[in-house]
């Protein structure tokens, strides 16, 4: 018991040296961070240390885990100050009964939440264990070597097979697909759950053998770690050549580590490991979230102990400081020690467990796991909700509705008409190529340079339907024929091209609906490599194309390209797709393209803006140069890259503008609406584009029908931002749509009146919002405002954001689990926030305050009991209970129906979700401040001194009597306050009540002797001739009426003087 204090006094000194360590770590990492040169197959020739390739999830070691603990249990006030008083016993002139009415609760909780800790730090340790010891082959110059994940280190060559984790940040060389490409899943990293296409090192994938890789002499330059995972620079040089080979490297030939192989084998060359690879650095330290409620319980203890010591000082003083005065000062102090109840905390971590299985349990919202138990009563004390768009309150599900031709629109219903189009046009251009094939091409040529002739409405389908059924990066899968084993196969000579087994991949949703309704159309992409790309005709026939270039979509560039070669007439198009904003500098002049966006938006549409441009065979070639140079450089690639790009987007021919909606979740408008009655604030923080965003809003009711939509102006520069402040400050309740960098901005200079405006608000949407500024705006409400804020998002993306806030819901979705695995609660479906929080919010905030409140009030009566003995007596610092009883009151006495108080409800559930109005009143706070605390401290004053001087006015001739009257009023009393406090009777609650009684009564008749070892003095405390006469019965009756009689009136008083709002609505 001695070490337990020494721990206490090293620990702080093990976190300084914690906080010292970690700040060095983080001084050297910063400077380890630099570009590296890697040798092919020769770790050996690395000119640095690079950290070591292993996952570590775990909080502790084997050496800091008691410490850590303990530090972390008595960073609480209330357990520090037990540890104190229980060490205190150990000095002779101090003790005061048994050592273990102190020792016993102490270690009991401590022993529950270490082995809470250690079941989940084992956990932690078996699932890095289970990471760390995968095998992977590693080549070597004598052959495939295996290698655990742990040891690979920067220069390895390893081979990863189809559906095999990838260890560690790697360049990809080379794959067994024949392509020279293969897809990964990236779901673990970004939470995307399409799959991505990797290109390998053609240099690399054009050796013969495997062997080859070791008989060249080849390095790759990487730049240095870094968090953006969309985004790497390197090159790889093979110096044996003749001229050396230059190859520049992007993100498309890179494998980051915890994405998944999805076709094929894949060989990389490793080039970061550890700490260093992107899916660890992107990884933040979840903090350890403490709710509301039991900062205003640790809060409310500092008080008690301030009363405590109080009381102790006036009962010396009563005494007239006589003797050794102090001692008797240390004395009082731990008498009244009860004051603060160690059982709080307890009896707190029980309820929390006790909601959480509650939420998991009610079958109105199927699917909900509650992941971080220990703040459930935070769901009840919410004021911003922040939310995620993409999956959360749409479905992420794509349909194409429109299709725009300038001066012809077609919608849902009109689809039957472009079919026609498509079929009577490719059939005539396969009866004219039949018929003269050396004619047809010359003809589109002049036709091309004469000046424009409006073409037919059917020639502009067809090369709008050709458009979209090129430019995209979709590749169609084959399901193989077994389908039994669920592989994914390629159809290679055969080109078993069946529609029934197609599925399109792709890395966004809106290009598989665009290249689905090409197929629904007539003209279906069938096969798609990385040099050509196949398309069946309405007629069977199969058009191939060969891709020269593909430029892919960025979210600076909002726009993808691709040029392509008609292999039947050799022509090149440069096709283009992407935002309007983007897109209309690039298209030739036109009157209709800004107008009908406009109405699109409004309709709730995604747009996209389709164009084209002939280039020919000179053109080409000269763009192919300049782009390759481009491509090679080291400074500014990206930069000189656009810039080549820039000149061939000129003077585009817009062909087309589509749309596409993406559905609302079920329900998702009734339940935004009731967070709104509920005086909930909600936030809209996407990274979508602009119009979008705002169309969500209206569809969705975010922003009502009545309400003014305020759209901030991009701004660059403090003086733009001022102005901009200005003009939103003058308009009244309209809600605000703000993008990602203009908040930034705003955030630098006028943070304070920008949080203040925005929080006045009915709603707020941020859109273009990077997963960092999400984390950051949710970390601005908290400081501004204070208020507990909520975030709820499905994808990896959100993970920050969920972190963040004071309570994270995570969807598990279509973008993959990393969500919902981060988040504290998850739940299915984004309509089932509702009854989350206006029931199982409500219920848990209120069932807590309600039980802190009555175990202090449980601590406080015995104190008082105790204060008024010893002033009686004469000051004597001498206890009024022996050990056993004390325990026995605290835990086997009173606790079941104490406890059964986490089964009150103060209305039905199908009240609090018909009145959403209810939840308002929760989060001002009022079920739990210093005012009710006060009342339940007066009640416990006046019942303890009813209780003592009524025993003692009452008392025959022994004392003993006392102590048998006292206690027995005492324990009738509590279980009385139990049965006071309850709002709505549940059938365990009575049985808790009179098993506890039972309990008592079965103590007084067993336990006889056991309560005579007290104090000689005292004589036994149980005379059971005493105990069974009447005068007894009716002392106790009288006493106990006498206390809480009064609280029953006041109470029914209360009830009809100003009943509480919940009241009105159940009578």
């Not at 060559?157 to 080379?174: G, H, W, Y």
């Not at 954001?801 to 689990?817: F, H, L, P, S, Y």
């Not at 199908?910 to 210093?930: I, N, Q």
Request: glycine share 6%; net charge neutral; with cysteine.
């Amino acid at each position: 018991m001695e070490d337990s204090v020494g721990d206490e006094k090293f620990m702080r000194p093990t976190n300084l040296h914690y906080c010292c360590d970690w700040l060095i770590n983080i001084c050297r990492r910063k400077k380890e961070l630099k570009a590296r040169t890697v040798w092919l197959g020769c770790p050996e020739k690395c000119e640095e240390k690079y950290p070591k390739n292993s996952i570590k999830n775990q909080k502790y070691n084997i050496f800091t885990f008691i410490p850590g603990v303990l530090y972390e249990q008595f960073k609480f006030f209330l357990n520090l100050y037990f540890l104190v008083v229980s060490c205190s016993q150990f000095v002779p002139a101090l003790k005061i009964g048994y050592l273990y009415t102190y020792w016993a609760p102490l270690g009991f909780v401590l022993a529950v939440t270490m082995i809470r800790e250690a079941v989940d730090e084992f956990r932690r340790f078996q699932r890095d264990k289970e990471m760390n010891s995968q095998l992977y082959s590693k080549l070597t110059i004598r052959g495939k070597v295996q290698v655990k994940s742990s040891d690979i280190q920067v220069g390895d060559l390893i081979i990863v097979e189809k559906n095999q984790r990838i260890p560690s940040d790697m360049v990809f060389l080379r794959t067994s697909e024949k392509t020279g490409s293969c897809f990964i899943r990236t779901d673990q990293l970004d939470g995307e759950t399409d799959w991505k296409l990797k290109v390998a090192v053609s240099c690399t994938q054009r050796l013969p053998a495997l062997g080859d890789l070791f008989s060249i002499s080849a390095y790759v330059y990487a730049q240095k770690p870094q968090l953006d995972i969309h985004g790497f620079e390197g090159t790889f040089t093979r110096e044996d050549s003749d001229p050396p080979i230059h190859e520049s490297l992007s993100i498309e030939n890179t494998l980051w580590a915890s994405t998944v192989v999805a076709s094929g084998t894949v060989i990389g060359v490793v080039i970061y490991t550890g700490k260093e690879t992107r899916s660890v650095m992107n990884t933040s330290n979840p903090k350890n979230k403490v709710g509301l409620l039991d900062l205003e319980l640790n809060q409310l203890t500092k008080a008690l102990f301030l009363a405590l010591v109080a009381l102790s000082v006036v009962m010396v003083t009563l005494q007239g400081f006589v003797g050794p005065w102090y001692r008797n000062l240390f004395r009082f102090l731990l008498l009244f020690s009860y004051i603060i109840p160690i059982s709080l905390r307890v009896n707190l971590d029980m309820g929390k467990a006790a909601y959480g299985w509650m939420i998991m349990r009610d079958e109105h919202i199927p699917g909900t796991v509650v992941r971080t138990s220990t703040i459930p009563e935070e769901l009840g004390r919410l004021v911003y909700l922040l939310t995620d768009k993409t999956g959360t309150l749409t479905q992420n599900e794509m349909i194409f509705k429109r299709l725009h031709l300038g001066t012809v629109s077609y919608g849902t219903d009109t689809m039957d008409e472009i079919q026609n189009h498509i079929i009577n046009s490719y059939s005539q251009m396969f009866l004219q190529t039949s018929g003269n094939s050396t004619s047809s091409t010359p003809s589109r040529k002049s036709q091309s340079s004469a000046p424009k002739v409006r073409k037919s409405v059917s020639s502009r389908i067809h090369e709008a339907v050709k458009a979209i059924a090129l430019c995209h990066n979709v590749t169609p899968v084959y399901e193989s024929r077994a389908g039994v084993t669920g592989e994914t196969e390629y159809a290679e000579v055969d080109q078993d091209f069946s529609d029934e087994n197609r599925t399109y991949q792709a890395s966004s949703p809106d290009e598989v609906a665009l290249v689905q309704w090409t197929e629904s159309v007539g003209l279906t992409l069938v096969n798609r490599d990385l040099t050509s790309m196949q398309l069946k005709t309405p007629g069977g026939q199969i058009l191939t194309y060969s891709i020269l270039q593909i430029f892919p979509f960025t979210s600076e560039s909002k726009r993808m390209g691709i040029i392509v070669r008609d292999e039947s007439t050799a022509e090149i198009t440069f096709y283009m797709k992407g935002a309007d904003v983007a897109m209309s500098s690039i298209v030739q002049y036109n009157d209709w393209l800004e107008e009908e966006c406009g109405n699109m938006a409004r309709e709730g549409l995604r747009t996209l803006v389709v164009a084209k441009k002939s280039l020919t065979e000179e053109q080409y070639q000269d763009f192919e140069n300049r782009y390759n140079q481009a491509k090679l450089s080291i400074h500014d690639r990206t930069l000189k890259v656009a810039a080549v790009v820039e000149s061939v987007e000129r003077e585009m021919e817009l062909l087309c503008l589509t749309g596409v909606e993406d559905q609302l979740q079920a329900d998702v408008r009734p339940a935004l609406e009731m967070l709104r009655n509920a005086g909930i604030k909600i936030w809209m923080l996407t990274g979508d584009k602009l119009e979008t965003a705002t169309c969500i809003a209206k569809s969705s009711h975010l922003v009502s029908r009545t309400q003014d939509i305020h759209v901030f102006r991009p701004v660059t520069n403090r003086g733009e931002a001022h102005l901009e402040l200005n003009a939103f400050r003058r308009k009244h309740d309209c809600a605000l749509v703000i993008a990602g960098d203009s908040l930034e901005v705003c955030l630098k200079y006028y943070e304070h009146e920008l949080v203040e405006l925005a929080c006045q608000c009915p709603a707020v949407v941020c859109c273009r919002c990077s997963p960092t500024q999400k984390a950051h705006i949710v970390k601005l409400l908290q400081q501004h405002t204070g208020k507990r804020t909520c975030a709820i998002g499905d994808g990896g993306n959100d993970v920050s954001m969920i972190q963040a806030a004071d309570c994270g819901i995570g969807i598990e979705g279509k973008e993959g689990k990393q969500a919902s695995l981060a988040a504290d609660f998850s739940i299915t479906q984004f309509k089932h926030i509702g009854r989350l929080l206006m029931v199982h919010g409500r219920n848990s905030y209120k069932r807590s305050a309600a039980l802190g409140q009555f175990v202090m009030h449980r601590g406080l009566i015995i104190s008082t009991m105790q204060a008024v003995f010893s002033s009686v007596f004469y000051f004597a610092s001498v206890p009024l209970y022996q050990g056993f009883l004390m325990v026995g009151y605290a835990t086997i006495y009173t606790m079941f129906p104490v406890f059964s108080l986490v089964l009150d409800q103060d209305v039905k559930p199908e009240m609090a979700l018909l009145y959403p109005e209810l939840y308002k009143d929760l989060t001002k706070g009022r079920s739990l401040s210093f005012k009710t605390f006060l009342i339940w401290v007066l009640i416990s004053i006046y019942q303890g001194g009813i209780l003592m001087y009524g025993a003692l006015v009452l008392f025959e001739s022994e004392f003993v009597h006392v102590v048998a009257i006292s206690f027995t009023a005492l324990i009738l009393t509590e279980l009385l306050m139990v049965a006071l406090t309850i709002r709505t009777w549940h059938w365990l609650m009575v049985v808790a009540e009179f098993l506890s009684l039972g309990c008592y009564v079965a103590s007084l008749a067993f336990l006889n002797e056991y309560f005579g070892i007290g104090r000689v003095s005292f004589g036994a405390f149980l005379d059971v001739a005493f105990i069974t006469t009447v005068t007894f019965l009716w002392k106790v009756s009288a006493i106990t009426v006498v206390s809480c009689l009064p609280l029953y009136i006041l109470k029914y008083l209360k009830r009809k003087l100003s009943p509480p709002s919940y009241s009105k609505l159940t009578s």
